[in-house]
């Protein structure tokens, strides 16, 4: 992922308008399922329910994504190349198709602001908007391991081909060379995909087409699920199967306040050995896909810019921020440990947990804006600055600023990872609400919804995994 500061100039050509008008949407208006779906982060480490596969060869196994996980210069990523989308609309021809690129086209340049008062959103957020609302209402409904109905299927495919056609127009600048008919050689300005989109929108393509592959693989399983709402503790009739039953261990390891989600059943004897094996070997590359997902998520955010707003509302100090017991942690002594810090913390939820996240990525702005000031240059990169500090060997107040910055940032890191559902924190929100970078809007709500659809293959498969381990019992 290319840093903003230093990427070249980037620049979207006169046939962006092209590229917009191939952007529809479903018939629908923006969905209520909104309500319903998780977009926050959510835990991809095995459930305790189920056993660990040793096997992960094969057609779901996690060596099929692992390569796609490596850093940014990862040669698995380069070598994808970024997919044309020129004949998407050659593709549907019907009338019908062609008023949804209208609709979409419009609401696009509307900015979702209907009355045409250009009271709108960015195209930015429009657009991260739009692909939000299509995954919620195409997987919104979706709370079983089987395959997506085939016009759901279609209406994912056909709505994100359009809306990552701009993809193709966002583009960077870099010298080349040019022969004339002559021979003469001249040095000009040629055109190339910019590069974090042309390292990650492959790479997210990639997965969810392994995504939907994993659901696709569900068209004939050994289990099958009780119809919604069912809470009795005897027997229940099934939605999928004839005549069904399952144990009340595999009920009390429901989330009892998602009581409508339907119940995973299973054979009297459990599962066969193939069948098992294979839904651990899908667990498995699912969780390994959620891994990416997040991976990616989080290098986007990192680079979009800070609001002005969010500078603006931050405290004067950064041990305001934190409080005083966590700020002589952090800033007494040599050694610095986050783990133990935490451990010394009142953290009993992911509430608390989310508001402690806020209050010290907010320290570390702090921390970070005081020493950038104390450096003579307030629009130093922050890699910059540290390397100012590091060079002088500074005691003062400007070196004392970079070490709580950096100690506040090693400590929400451990924060995030000990807590790795926690929901989105406050500078991420306001990065998302004004970022005005098309690409990186793009780059970030699809890998967003990606992380959220892994995670729930994840977790329905944790069901019947642990469906099967009480019915062996």
């Given at each position: ?297 989080s290098g986007v955010l ?106 506040a940032e090693s400590l ?43 995670f729930n293959i994840v ?15």
């Open positions: 992922m290319a840093d903003i500061s230093s990427s070249p100039s980037v620049s979207v050509s006169d046939e962006s308008l092209e590229a917009e008008a191939r952007c529809c949407s479903s018939s629908s208006t923006p969905p209520s399922l909104l309500d319903t779906v998780d977009f926050s982060r959510t835990p991809s480490d095995v459930s305790s329910f189920s056993e660990h596969s040793v096997d992960l060869s094969g057609r779901f196994g996690t060596a099929a994504v692992s390569k796609l996980i490596g850093g940014r210069g990862s040669p698995a990523l380069s070598r994808l190349s970024m997919k044309p989308r020129a004949d998407v609309l050659d593709r549907r021809g019907t009338e019908d198709e062609m008023e949804l690129v209208k609709e979409r086209f419009s609401k696009l340049l509307l900015g979702e602001d209907m009355s045409g008062g250009g009271k709108g959103v960015c195209t930015a957020v429009a657009i991260s908007n739009a692909i939000t609302n299509l995954y919620a209402t195409v997987f919104g409904n979706c709370h079983k391991l089987e395959p997506l109905p085939a016009g759901k299927k279609t209406m994912w495919r056909r709505e994100m081909d359009c809306l990552l056609a701009v993809c193709d127009y966002i583009v960077e600048f870099y010298p080349s060379s040019q022969s004339l008919s002559d021979g003469t050689r001249v040095e000009v300005m040629a055109t190339r995909p910019r590069s974090d989109i042309y390292i990650n929108l492959p790479a997210l393509e990639k997965l969810d087409a392994m995504l939907i592959e994993i659901m696709d693989s569900f068209q004939k399983a050994e289990f099958w699920y009780a119809d919604a709402g069912t809470r009795s503790f005897g027997s229940v009739t099934s939605s999928s199967s004839p005549s069904s039953s399952f144990r009340r261990s595999t009920t009390t390891h429901r989330n009892e306040d998602k009581w409508w989600m339907p119940v995973p059943c299973v054979p009297d004897g459990g599962l066969s050995v193939k069948a098992r094996k294979e839904l651990r070997q899908r667990r498995d590359c699912a969780n390994q896909i959620h891994k990416a997902a997040v991976a990616i998520n990192s680079d979009m810019e800070v609001p002005e707003s969010f500078m603006a509302l931050l405290p004067k100090s950064g041990k305001a921020s934190v409080g005083d017991s966590v700020y002589r942690a952090m800033h007494s002594g040599d050694k610095f440990s986050p783990d133990y810090l935490l451990d010394c913390v009142d953290v009993s939820s992911e509430h608390e947990a989310l508001a402690l996240a806020d209050r010290v990525e907010a320290a570390m702005y702090v921390w970070r804006r005081k020493a950038t000031a104390s450096h003579g240059n307030r629009s130093a990169q922050w890699s910059k600055v540290k390397e100012l500090a590091a060079a002088a060997d500074d005691d003062g107040e400007g070196g004392k600023n970079v070490a709580l910055a950096s100690r929400l890191l451990c924060i995030k990872h000990r807590f790795p559902g926690l929901s989105q924190t406050t500078l991420d929100t306001s990065k998302i609400q004004f970022n005005k970078d098309v690409g990186q809007a793009i780059l970030e709500s699809y890998s967003r919804v990606l992380e959220s659809l892994a977790s329905w498969t944790e069901e019947v995994l642990f469906a099967d381990k009480n019915a062996r019992k």
